[in-house]
């Protein structure tokens, strides 16, 4: 991948197994994909997981060979690779005009008008002219406009072919980030992503993929099963965030998305100053879907306080959640004292 540039059909298998693997561990058999690549592939502070579009990874690799070759004309490999493969410079430029300099006045730093207007297009003379000529008299050499030290780098190549001039995710960047620097485990950080992008197994969403007829929620039977309704507003998830003791409710919540709903819990944990505890929060997502599938695959009934108490034991489990939990208790108790017991009558 770093010398050749692989056919099309190549890359394209590559994206087809990596996405396989990604909604299903087996990739033989078949996997729903609940998001469409194009979404993996953004970055994890756009939305995505990051994953590498395969083509424009190729190009952006095999193009650091071509840089070498313009850069090292005189080593051994650049020779022999011009003399075997009978390579030139992929212009249409005159063969006297190699360099800058080729297109200044004689012992001047001013643009020779005349050459360049006879040489090149009307547009590309008006851009040649528009760059000013250095005082320095530094010799001439290539320089990579994308990266701060003016040398290629594959990332550089890859992210210049990869950029959305159109779109514009930055407004919600620091939710990505948030999410993706939780101080929990890489797993808990992925539902949370999933939950964000709607892309986690809900009734409802494979009702609209035609999957199944029926979206109503199997643990109430009372509505639909959405995202929304299976964290927040069925009943043992509203008993289960009472009982978190955190003073989230959930009765009258009125919020677009899930995104909308975390932002709002942040800025509220933020101002209570229990900025910590939105890992415990994004645990009590995840054992809330955990206790609905003991219910729905094993019949076992987990009722909202051994939710609430899985939840903090992972919580827990984290070291930088116990200054968290610390934060929280009363003042009195961590420097409350034995006394002597009254002595008896
Ligand atoms: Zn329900």
């Not at 080593?75 to 212009?91: G, I, Q, R, V, Y």
């Not at 709903?261 to 997502?285: E, F, H, P, T």
Request: hydrophobic letters at 40%; glycine letters at 4%; one cysteine or more.
């Amino acid at each position: 991948m770093t010398i050749f540039v692989l056919p099309i059909s190549v890359t394209k298998k590559l994206e087809s197994l990596a996405s396989k693997f990604w909604w299903n561990e087996d990739v033989t058999k078949r996997s729903i994909h609940w998001l469409r690549w194009s979404k993996l592939t953004n970055p994890k502070l756009e939305g995505g997981i990051g994953f590498k579009r395969m083509a424009e990874l190729n190009l952006s690799l095999a193009a650091k060979q071509s840089w070498k070759l313009l850069n090292d004309t005189d080593s051994l490999w650049a020779t022999t690779l011009k003399e075997n493969f009978k390579l030139h410079h992929p212009t249409t430029r005159p063969e006297n005009i190699n360099l800058v300099a080729d297109l200044t006045l004689p012992n001047s730093s001013s643009w020779n008008l005349d050459l360049i207007q006879e040489t090149f297009s009307e547009e590309e003379s008006k851009l040649i002219l528009s760059i000013p000529i250095g005082h320095m008299n530094a010799a001439d050499s290539l320089i990579w406009h994308y990266t701060n030290s003016g040398i290629y780098s594959a990332k550089s190549g890859y992210k210049l072919l990869t950029s959305n001039p159109g779109g514009d995710n930055s407004h919600l960047s620091s939710f990505w980030k948030s999410i993706w620097n939780l101080g929990g485990p890489p797993k808990l950080s992925c539902f949370i992503w999933r939950c964000a992008t709607n892309s986690f197994v809900v009734q409802s969403n494979f009702q609209a993929r035609n999957i199944s007829a029926f979206a109503t929620c199997k643990v109430c039977n009372q509505e639909d099963e959405t995202l929304t309704h299976m964290l927040f507003h069925c009943p043992t998830s509203k008993q289960t965030w009472f009982a978190s003791n955190l003073g989230i409710i959930t009765q009258n919540m009125n919020f677009n998305s899930f995104i909308d709903w975390w932002i709002d819990v942040s800025d509220y944990l933020a101002n209570a100053s229990m900025k910590g505890q939105i890992l415990r929060v994004a645990y009590i997502c995840w054992n809330i879907c955990l206790a609905r599938y003991a219910l729905i695959f094993h019949q076992k009934v987990v009722d909202p306080i051994a939710t609430v108490r899985a939840a903090l034991q992972g919580f827990t489990s984290h070291p930088t959640s116990c200054n968290q939990l610390s934060a929280l208790r009363p003042s009195s108790s961590p420097t409350a004292k034995w006394l002597l017991p009254p002595s008896g009558r």
